[in-house]
Structure formats: C-alpha cells, structure tokens
C-alpha cells in the first residue's frame, strides 16, 4: 500500500513563506510510476488542485498559485515539496499531497481521480 505524509503546515503572516513537504512510502511506490499533485480546501470552498508533477518530472501550477508556489520532488528519500511565497490570507487552507499511478489527474473534484491521499496539513495566514 501506499502512504502519504505531509508536514510544514502551520500559521504564517501575510507575505511570508511556508515550505510543505509530503513523504510517501509503500513498496509498490515510485515516483516513475505515479503522478505527484498538491491540493487544498478551504472553509466552504471546494477542494482545488495547485501544482503537479508527472513520473516524467514534467510540473505544472494553477493560475491562482503561479509565480508563487513551487512543487518539486526528491525521489532519493519519496518526498515532494510544495514552496509557497508570497502568502495571501486567501491561501488559508488545508493542504493535500496526492498520488496518482499514471499520469492522468481528472478535472473532477473532490478526488480529481487520485489513487492515494495524505490527512492534510493546516495553512493559516494572518493580514
């Protein structure tokens, strides 16, 4: 099976940075097989996908993070990061890392047809 961890949540002011890391284990896991993305959910909002990353390391951000968020990867120890400058109150959220085997994330929330989920790390950002 696979696991998904995310650390690095916490309370941050307006303007400040926040790197969230997402650990994944399980024998069958590689990251050349499974699709990598970052989503998050706010209060009343619907859960939304942010940043990606394919087997390939091809990445790809939403329009409302871009030039502010970054997702990489570190396939030595299955981790994926997501780097997040430049925060806004708006970005107040519960982050998820998810995983997808192939490279297919479908466009229909709340799942965007992801194979695994992590329990989400909290994201408060202060005016």
């Known amino acids: 099976q696979v696991q998904l961890v995310e650390s690095g949540g916490g309370l941050v002011q307006a303007g400040g940075s926040l790197r969230l890391s997402c650990v994944a284990s399980g024998r069958t896991f590689s990251f050349n097989t499974h699709t990598m993305a970052w989503f998050r959910q706010a209060p009343g909002k619907e859960r939304e996908l942010l940043a990606m990353?394919?087997?390939?390391?091809?990445?790809a951000h939403a329009d409302s993070v871009k030039g502010r968020f970054t997702i990489s990867r570190d396939a030595a120890v299955n981790k994926v990061d997501l780097q997040m400058n430049s925060l806004k109150p708006e970005d107040t959220a519960v982050y998820y890392c998810a995983a997808v085997k192939g490279g297919v994330v479908v466009q229909t929330p709340p799942n965007y047809g992801m194979d695994y989920w992590g329990k989400g790390t909290l994201v408060t950002v202060s005016s």
């Open positions: 990353v394919t087997s390939g390391g091809t990445t």
